[in-house]
Antibody, heavy 116, light 113 residues
């Protein structure tokens, strides 16, 4: 069974940093592109970032470019999102998502709250 | 960026009746090299992550009931639930995966009338 389990969320002050992790199981992690998607409370879905299979290619939404870094450790079956200079509008649930044709498996998400 | 616009924003339909949600993209989602539309539909129930229903604009994901169907091409797409069930109450999103950034529609909230 495919499982994606996010962790690392929490309350952080504006300007602070967090590192999210996503532990993958039930599939050959290293053969899939992976994404992060954010959902602000009561709002819609916003794509954040994507990484290719070997971790050498990544793309970002303009709103996080230069502040967030996506990475992966295929030996540990884990996806990461390093977040710096966090702002109030970064608040939301961050989902780890697997891509096949499109986003076919989603984790339950981890909540990031940016507030003083 | 490709802008995805759904209509309506909310919809109330009686049990057993048909529900139709529209999605329009600001650019064509049809790739000429494989003649596929890079459009997906997701269902998100309260307190849950989104679930993939449809990919390639009209292909039902494994396990999705056949009362869910979808179609369209280019810039105009539709998701139809042929006979609404109580468990279909959710927010539905379309998404383009033609070009980064992979944008979503704003969502359509489907309720029981």
């Amino acid at each position: 069974e495919v499982q994606l389990v996010e962790s690392g969320g929490g309350l952080v002050q504006p300007g602070g940093s967090l590192r999210l992790s996503c532990a993958a199981s039930g599939f050959t992690f290293g053969t899939y592109w992976m994404h992060w998607v954010r959902q602000a409370p009561g709002k819609g879905l916003v794509w954040v970032s994507r990484i290719n299979t070997d971790g050498r290619s990544a793309v970002y939404a303009d709103s996080v470019k230069g502040r967030f870094t996506i990475s992966r450790d295929n030996a540990k079956n884990t996806l990461y999102l390093e977040m710096h200079s966090l702002r109030a509008d970064d608040t939301g649930v961050f989902y780890c998502v697997r891509e096949t044709t499109t986003f076919d498996y989603w984790g339950l998400g981890t909540l990031v709250t940016v507030s003083s | 960026d490709i802008v995805m616009t759904q209509s309506p924003d909310s919809l109330a339909v009686s049990l057993g009746e048909r529900a139709t949600i529209n999605c329009k993209s600001s650019q064509s989602l049809l790739h000429s090299f494989n003649n596929k539309n890079y459009l997906g539909w997701f269902q998100q129930k309260r307190g849950q992550p989104p679930k993939l229903l449809i990919y390639w604009a009209s292909t039902r994901e494994s396990g999705v009931p056949d009362r869910f169907s979808a179609g369209g091409s280019g810039t105009d797409f539709t998701l139809t639930i042929s006979s609404l069930q109580a468990e279909d109450v959710a927010v539905y999103y379309c998404q383009q995966y033609h070009t980064s950034p992979y944008t979503f529609g704003q969502g359509t909230k489907l309720e029981i009338k």
